[in-house]
């Protein structure tokens, strides 16, 4: 089992920043990769970056690319979504998630059934 922790969510002004991190624990060892999703009310959960442990190798949705940035601390077993020009479409609760295996192509990570392992999310809200 691998147990995801995330934190430092926050209301924030319009063209403001935020880092969200997520501390894993447990058999981290068993994730190939770990990714970043977000849920606003009404919608459906959807990808926005992810990030594999060994390789660093990231992907981007197309609407944070730019202004987003998806790093880890292999040694913290930890990841960060490091987000700038927050804009009030960016209100949603941030999930991390883990990934058990290995993709051969980064559209595989952008799909919620990929991953194994969920956080309880934190609330991003940006006011305009």
């Known amino acids: 089992q691998v147990q995801l922790v995330e934190s430092g969510g926050g209301l924030v002004q319009a063209g403001g920043s935020l880092r969200l991190s997520c501390a894993a624990s447990g058999r981290t060892s068993s994730t190939y990769a770990m990714g970043w999703f977000r849920q606003a009310p009404g919608k459906e959960r959807e990808f926005v970056a992810a990030?594999?442990?060994?390789?660093?190798?990231?992907y981007y949705a197309d609407s944070v690319k730019g202004h987003f940035t998806i790093s880890r601390d292999n040694a913290k077993n930890t990841v960060y979504l490091q987000m700038h020009s927050l804009q009030p479409q960016d209100t949603a609760v941030y999930y991390c998630?883990?990934?058990?295996?290995?993709?051969?192509?980064?559209?595989?990570?952008?799909?919620?059934?990929?991953?194994?392992?969920w956080g309880q999310g934190t609330q991003v809200t940006v006011s305009s």
């Open positions: 990030v594999s442990w060994s390789e660093g190798s990231t």
């Open positions: 998630a883990g990934a058990l295996y290995p993709a051969t192509g980064g559209y595989y990570y952008t799909l919620v059934s990929s991953y194994t392992y």
